[in-house]
Nanobody, 115 residues
Framework: QVQLVESGGGLVQAGGSLRLSCAASRIAFRITTMGWYRQAPGKQRELVATITSSSSTVYADSVKGRFTISRDNAKNTVYLQMNSLKPEDTAVYSC?????????WGQGTQVTVSS
């Protein structure tokens, strides 16, 4: 069973930074596309950023220039560096892994940005 464990969420003031981590186990991490998604209260889950096995990245327009996704294959970990946070970034952030068409999710970590 694939395991994805997120960490690094918390409460931060607007303009601040947080770094999320997602540690993956029981998965061929090097060939897996990893991603971060978020869901705010009353809203649908939305893509934040993805990174492929070759480290190609995609970002939501709302986070471009502020967030950076990266991966460390030696540690089976994907990161999301979030800078210049805004109150509208408040959400539960979940890690996602896609391999051979199968999608796996972590339990999520809460990010709250106060104004």
């Amino acid at each position: 069973q694939v395991q994805l464990v997120e960490s690094g969420g918390g409460l931060v003031q607007a303009g601040g930074s947080l770094r999320l981590s997602c540690a993956a186990s029981r998965i061929a991490f090097r060939i897996t596309t990893m991603g971060w998604y978020r869901q705010a209260p009353g809203k649908q889950r939305e893509l934040v950023a993805t990174i492929t096995s070759s480290s190609s990245t995609v970002y939501a327009d709302s986070v471009k220039g502020r967030f950076t996704i990266s991966r460390d294959n030696a540690k089976n970990t994907v990161y999301l560096q979030m800078n210049s946070l805004k109150p509208e970034d408040t959400a539960v952030y979940s890690c996602n892994a896609v391999l051979l068409g199968r999608s796996q999710w972590g339990q999520g970590t809460q990010v709250t940005v106060s104004s």
